[in-house]
């Protein structure tokens, strides 16, 4: 039977097995997801049609060329409150996809696809996260342009998910896998009513130290740490790993705080960490099973 860890207080939405914490070899687990109101969780789904570009084929009718997206993704990851992707499909159809938590318009994206792909078809398919997780993302947003621009970047891979979406009861389990240098990670989970769980360092696993270009899974259970399970309510949330030469905080923070107690702490230690210090993230969606 599951009960509460005597150092999370209750709006932190933390659980803790008793059974497992009794052999000190146990996991938590935690249900959370965002309370955005109906608006903030909608899709939005613009869509602009040109005339496809096309060239001639030496024996036959004119054929569709491949555009070339490289412009497009530069300019698409300079929208540091969204995760935004762009494919081409068979029928040379470009699409852009994702989610944001900031102001970013559809209809804005399709002109700038437009812009930069003239004679191409653009369609643009957005999901909107809550405001509430456009702060964390702005405050990383030149340590993630930075990992962008390493050979062996900080990154996420999601285990046990279909793409980013988790269901209710499923594990949240993921691996980071560190840059090319040694690095202390801080891996914080940002829900999107104004709270953050610090997944890394946590009670079980102090320390967030990590090889270089080594791999560390988060969330398995059985491991001997900290383990969380996705339950209601049910939306979109985020994930978001630091890496950096030393460590970010002298001192453990809470396991789980309000975000507007944070950030202005988590800002502070950035200002003052060393210039090899880098970041990326990821959006999560949780729905019932």
Sequence with gaps: MPVKDVYAPMTWRLRCSAALLAA????ATAAWTD???AASEASSESETVLPAQTVPAADGPPVSAVPDLSALR???????????DVAVGADQRVAISG?????????????????????QRAAVEVERA??????????IGQLRSANAGLATPLSIDLKGSTGILFEGGQTLMFDVAAPDFPVYLQVDYFTSDGDVIHLLPNPLEISGRVESGAIRRLGERGAGGRFWTVGPPYGH???VVIASPT???????PEAEAAASYLPALKQALDSAAPATVAT????KTRAP
Excluded: M, N, W, Y
């Design 237 to 239: 949330e985020l994930i």
């Design 281 to 284: 993230a990821r959006f999560v």
């Design 99 to 119: 989610l944001t938590a900031g102001d970013t318009d559809p209809d804005s994206l399709a002109l700038l696809a437009q812009d930069l792909l003239t004679g």
């Design 74 to 84: 530069t300019a698409l990851a300079e929208f540091h409150c969204a995760e935004l």
């Design 24 to 27: 000190a070899i146990g996991g």
């Design 247 to 253: 460590p970010l905080f002298a001192a453990p923070r």
């Design 130 to 139: 809550s405001p509430a997780l456009c702060e964390p993302l702005t405050l």
């Design 35 to 37: 309370r955005a109101d």
